[in-house]
């Protein structure tokens, strides 16, 4: 095989990959959505399969040939080429170290980890999730050791969620937010509370689902390649390459908020994904490059624009126009409500300010069980204990508590620390932003398309093709600090709470 | 490999096999139900690539051998082993004919045709097919002739969808209904036509879909394995193995009678497919054998059964219940309005006796393009002409003419006679089963239990075991006999119009 053959062949194999990645995220995001519930065993059974098969394309000797010749002839290769390569290199390598019926069988621990997940949040039965994400962690433990011996288990996880991220570097960063959010949060508990009221009542999931679309569009989503759909834990992902991307949301009746900002970050994890360059489609650069970037476009959308006040202001008519028992409210009220700090039990209900806490929280404990300090069993009093240390809340059932996110029965393990650094990461891009582009006015006509152009021009566009650190450093032109962070959430609880 | 090793490596080779089917069936899916509408190409790549991964494996060196093995030691495998390489042998030898590149590059168009069809339908606009359907035929014809060069393309293609049909079968079968559907039609015109008026006003989809899972309950089928989505065509799959299966309908709000019967048509196809042998999951023996079969029990349920007296006496209430607009009518008017018989533009919506007059004319027409007789473009031309001839009403555009069914888009050319033929098994099932089970009484109550374990005995279990000949003779104990759905069918035109 020559260069031309082997440039041609890596292609396929990419493409090869994804059709593969669409077959299985398909299955799977018909499990989330609309499959019976009795159906859960059979996908696994297809799924591991397909999973095998996945396995043997990518471990197998022609793809290891294949890169061994690409790797050895770089110089013949473009920019794009080499870091196909590189991310090839490396997941292959990952994942020959796990034994085939190893990796088939955590596929078929996936799915059945998001079934039992489902009956024992809704049971608030830990009990019954035990034994699963006990051999969730026990796999991600193990797994670690196999690809990474040299590192704690837990930051090859971390690595893997945002390149070069380890517990040394998350201890620190937390040590640094927390230094400022605790003092932050007594502030607001002495200032008078703001009421929300406004967001509370009987709202029919018919009119939250036109909302859902009115602000996708207002985001500028294009909706024929973008797709809504409800699932019991709101979540993004592609099916196949950026040209089919899905969103799902949550409709509660009593409080048509989480719906709706759940959508727009959900949309801002779209928006990132979908901007990539069409010719990543169907090769590894497709998508967004890690979570904590991912992170840091989806809680820009939600929080620094979604929760701003020129946006709230500009969207609270068509909520009106959708829910006219709210005509007696203000704008400021709705700006308000949704910006109210107070600490709770739910992370993806939690304000911005709290949120931080919350991440916190998930950090340390799966920090201590990749590290053989603290047993699974004892998950559901360590997260009520942190709750109560940290938040100050009580935490009354394991549904409320532990049980409430499916990341770990997703086998996320090292994932929620993304939430908090692409938080910082956003404040950052905004004040980078703010530099050429009047942010506050267009959120307050609904204009995001100035914004998008910026972040596809800086971001987006990439896919994956330049680390996490890179895009940092090209965007920002200065190294990360999360003191800007700290700093935009000071700034927002002055304006909601004047203190 | 030793007979022992052989019969495992037949197992995991089927159950590679539903993998895959799971994995594009997954991907169709998908795309008929939530698929934003502008991913139609980015489904297509993937699918033409899982498409050739499937072609190797089912026509690969080793498959080839296995069987090869198997084949030449049928003494040392059981009854249910022997089909499994009987069913397999003839796809794989059926496949190895069609070129590889061919069968990838129909696929695509599979995708292809069903998203231009669907535009096409929208705006009535068939110039906008052609060219698509064009490639659809040529390629039935093509492939056809790689596979069975010594039949007539048509009669390759029908025996696909009921073992042993031809056109010769099918002449008579149609003329022979014909000579006794068209005085009868006639008998009906010179009658006092009955209303319909009680099926025509605005029925709120919602209240629709409660009637649905309404409908799905009474007849029998397990939720907890049975899923219900909305499409633009009715059908029903399986995902991977007769443990998920799904069945979609469409919810007009001018006409609640359409989903009602599409869920009762599609229940039955569901019953048939999920009243397979546990054991047959990922084999060849999962799920109905022949079209002609499967229709033969979704008529069964939507018209033998569905548009009996007994049962529209029996759900009437719940419809009233749910539309109390309806609180004025009877019982008595609605089983009248369901059986009106009155040629019409759309054979979904037909009723049982000018039905078959539907199928003929697509099936006269098929055999017409497909020995080369009738050019694609002439399509509407002759469909239009053929239902002034027959069913004397006026085409007036291809929305309401030969854009109607998704069966050419879908590749399924020589399906349709099986709807008549299959309503024809029906009522001789109708008729043997009443020998035993008194089928009026447990209709009137809205009990299918004693019905549908008649079926799962006689028919369901067995999936793909027994051809559809060898089904015939199992249940009826005699010949296969139009003439009992031709009485049938005159009992029930006595029966609403007295004539």
Not at 407 to 435: C, D, R, T, V
Request: proline share 4%.
């Amino acid at each position: 095989m020559n260069i031309t053959e082997g440039k041609e062949a890596l292609r396929d194999l990419q493409a090869k990959m994804s059709a593969y990645e669409h077959a299985m995220t398909s299955i799977f995001y018909d499990g989330s959505t609309v499959a019976p519930k009795g159906t859960a065993a059979n996908r696994g059974q297809s799924l591991s399969i397909l999973s095998e098969e996945q396995y043997k394309l990518t471990t197998g000797e022609e793809t290891v040939k294949l890169l061994e010749l690409l790797d050895a002839n770089k110089a013949e290769l473009d920019d794009f080429e080499k870091r196909q390569v590189e991310l090839l290199i490396k997941s292959i390598r990952d994942m020959q170290k796990i034994p085939m019926e190893e990796f088939v069988e955590y596929q078929r621990l996936l799915v059945e980890a998001d079934d039992v997940w489902h009956t024992a949040k809704e049971n608030s039965d830990f009990a019954l999730f035990l034994p699963v994400l006990e051999k969730m962690f026990e796999t991600h433990i193990r797994f670690a050791g196999y690809i990474a011996p040299e590192k704690k288990p837990y930051d090859y996880w971390l690595g893997e969620y945002e390149e070069g991220l380890t517990t040394e570097i998350c201890d620190k960063f937390f040590g640094q937010v927390r230094s400022r959010l605790v003092p932050l949060i007594a502030k607001v508990k002495n200032a008078n509370q703001v009421s929300n009221d406004i967001l509370h009542g009987d709202f029919a999931p018919e009119s939250q689902e036109k909302l859902a679309y009115y602000l996708m569009e207002t985001m500028g989503l294009d909706l024929d390649h973008v797709g809504l759909s409800t699932t019991e834990h709101p979540f993004t992902t592609s099916l196949g390459s950026h040209f089919d991307e899905r969103i799902t949301t949550h409709y509660y009746t009593e409080d048509f908020s989480f719906s709706m900002f759940s959508v727009i970050h959900e949309g801002g994890h779209a928006l990132y994904d979908t901007g990539s360059r069409d010719e990543f489609a169907y090769t590894v650069l497709d998508g967004g490059v890690s979570m904590g970037i991912h992170e840091s476009q989806s809680r820009f959308y939600e929080n620094i624009l979604g929760r701003s006040r020129g946006f709230t202001s500009f969207v609270f008519p068509k909520i009106q126009e959708l829910y006219p028992q709210l005509k007696n409210y203000t704008a400021d009220d709705f700006y308000r409500a949704v910006n109210r700090v107070e600490p709770s039990l739910i992370r993806t209900e939690a304000d911005e300010v709290t949120y931080c806490l919350h991440v916190m929280i998930r950090y340390e404990l799966e920090k201590r069980v990749m590290a053989g300090e603290l047993k699974v069993k004892d998950l559901p009093n360590e997260w009520n204990r942190l709750y109560k240390e940290y938040l100050g809340v009580d935490v009354p059932n394991d549904k409320l508590g532990v049980l409430q996110d499916s990341h770990w029965s997703g086998g996320n393990i090292g994932y929620f620390p993304s939430y908090a650094l692409g938080s910082a990461y956003g404040a950052q891009f905004l004040k980078k932003m703010k530099e050429t582009i009047d942010v506050d006015a267009l959120t307050a006509k609904g204009d995001f398309a100035p914004i998008n152009e910026w972040n596809k021009e800086n971001i987006w566009q990439y896919g994956s093709f330049y680390k996490p650190n890179e895009i940092l450093e090209k965007v920002l032109g200065e190294p990360f600090d999360p003191s800007v962070y700290l700093d935009y959430l000071e700034d927002k609880v002055k304006s909601v709470y004047g203190v």
